[in-house]
Structures are given as C-alpha cells and as structure tokens.
C-alpha cells in the first residue's frame, strides 16, 4: 500500500530510492535514537548528488522503495522525520561553512588589498628612481604580484561559496514517500 501522507507536486523532481530494507538507509553504527541517525554516507551521497543535478526552479521529492513485506502497517512518520532532521542539521552545518567561508574571504581581503597597496607604493617608488628597463620590470613584477595576492579573496566571493549554498538547500523539507516496489 503506497504511503500517500505527503504529497508530490506535479513538478517536482523525484529522487527514487530502492531498498531490501528501511535500515539500508541509516548508518548502522550510528547509536543515536532512530530520528536523530546519521543516514548511510552511500544513500546520502546518492540523495545529495541527485539533488544537485535537478533543476533549482523545481521542488524535490524523495521516494524510498521498500518490499512490501517491509512496509509497517502504522505507516512511516519517523523516517519522513528522521530525514528531515539528518538533512535541516546537514543545512545547518553548511550555513555555518558559509559563514565562515565568507569571514576568511573578508580576511583574505584585508590582507590582500594590504599587499597590493605595498606593492603599488614599490611599483611608484622604482619607477620614481627613474625609467630604465630594470626599474620597469621591477614595477610591473610588483603590480603582478599585487594583484596576484587578490586571487585567493575574489575565488572565495566569486565562485567558492555557490555550491555549498545550493548544498542540502531543499534537501530539509521536501516530501518523503515510502511506498511498496512496483512489480513488473
């Protein structure tokens, strides 16, 4: 009998789990109580990956696969629980990344933009010295070099923190639906 509690919009994607067994998907050595275990790295790497290839415009629905003799009468409210809260402490987990990622940005920041400003005053200082060919290549070695120091702060604001933003984003409040295999 599908479990129906939760509802899959129309435009959802769907990441479809098939299991022998419900424990498949938790971390066995885990000994948390069962809706705080950590999920299995294999399942979560399979739902997380997935998830980052659907499209960011569409929700996200999980449908977990279990044989029908596995299926419990009562229902599934626990998993459904026990995912939400692997994957909303999984966001959490990347917020604080982010944020940190984003206090060495500002740091790198700083010191590179006082690197570069040094760099200018030597770059001014050599060519004050006058306009010889040591006395150019001195100055533009230390632009380079200047502006070489900003590389680590603008990778950081420019493309470092994109995918641990999108990372495990959605993954705490989409539907979860364990239903019986399909046969045939």
């Given at each position: 009998?599908?479990?129906?509690?939760?509802?899959?919009?129309?435009?959802a994607t769907k990441i479809e789990i098939n299991l022998g067994r419900?424990?498949?998907?938790?971390?066995?050595?885990?000994?948390?109580?069962?809706?705080?275990?950590?999920?299995?790295?294999?399942?979560?790497?399979?739902?997380?990956?997935?998830?980052?290839?659907?499209?960011?415009?569409?929700?996200l629905a999980l449908v977990i696969h279990l044989p029908a003799d596995q299926l419990p009468a009562q229902g599934l409210p626990n998993v459904r629980e026990a995912i939400h809260n692997y994957f909303a402490y999984r966001r959490?987990?990347?917020d604080r990344r982010l944020r940190l990622l984003f206090r060495d940005g500002r740091i790198a920041l700083l010191i590179g933009l006082g690197f570069l400003f040094c760099c200018m005053l030597l770059r001014e200082l050599a060519n004050s010295f006058g306009n010889d060919t040591a006395s150019d290549i001195f100055g533009e070695g230390m632009l380079i070099i200047g502006w070489v120091a900003m590389r680590r702060p603008l990778e950081i604001f420019l493309y470092e923190w994109v995918p641990i933003r999108r990372r495990c984003r959605k993954l705490a409040e989409m539907p979860v639906i364990v239903q019986s295999n399909r046969i045939g």
């Open positions: 009998m599908p479990d129906t509690s939760d509802s899959i919009p129309a435009t419900l424990p498949q998907l938790f971390n066995s050595l885990d000994p948390s109580p069962f809706l705080e275990r950590d999920l299995d790295r294999d399942a979560e790497d399979y739902i997380v990956g997935s998830a980052e290839e659907a499209s960011l415009q569409h929700p959490d987990q990347e």
